[in-house]
């Protein structure tokens, strides 16, 4: 399993696929002041890059895919703030 909850953190880890989506979402939902850790995160499924966005947890880490890097994680970290997108 690519998407693991351990106390008030919910890490993202190596390749997280399509069918983590739920998990995740159901995840931020039970535990809407867990934080979400992408530093050991690979390739994650745009299905969890939409949940993450909609949801706005804090973030801990960088993601590992540098795509992700550029171009997503400034994405989470003005949703998060409130800014305008």
Request: charged share 20%; with cysteine; net charge negative.
């Given at each position: 399993m690519s998407v693991v909850r351990e106390g008030d953190t919910i890490s993202l880890v190596g390749a997280c696929g399509v069918e983590e989506?739920?998990?995740?979402?159901?995840?931020?939902?039970?535990?809407?002041?867990?934080?979400?850790?992408?530093?050991?995160?690979?390739?994650?499924h745009t299905a969890l890059w939409q949940a993450l966005?909609?949801?706005?947890?804090?973030?801990?880490?960088?993601?590992?895919?540098?795509?992700?890097r550029q171009w997503?994680?400034?994405l989470l970290s003005s949703r998060r703030s409130g800014a305008a997108t």
């Amino acid at each position: 399993m690519s998407v693991v909850r351990e106390g008030d953190t919910i890490s993202l880890v190596g390749a997280c696929g399509v069918e983590e989506a739920e998990r995740l979402v159901s995840l931020l939902q039970d535990h809407p002041d867990a934080v979400v850790d992408l530093s050991a995160s690979g390739q994650v499924h745009t299905a969890l890059w939409q949940a993450l966005l909609a949801l706005a947890p804090a973030i801990s880490g960088e993601p590992g895919d540098a795509f992700a890097r550029q171009w997503l994680a400034p994405l989470l970290s003005s949703r998060r703030s409130g800014a305008a997108t």
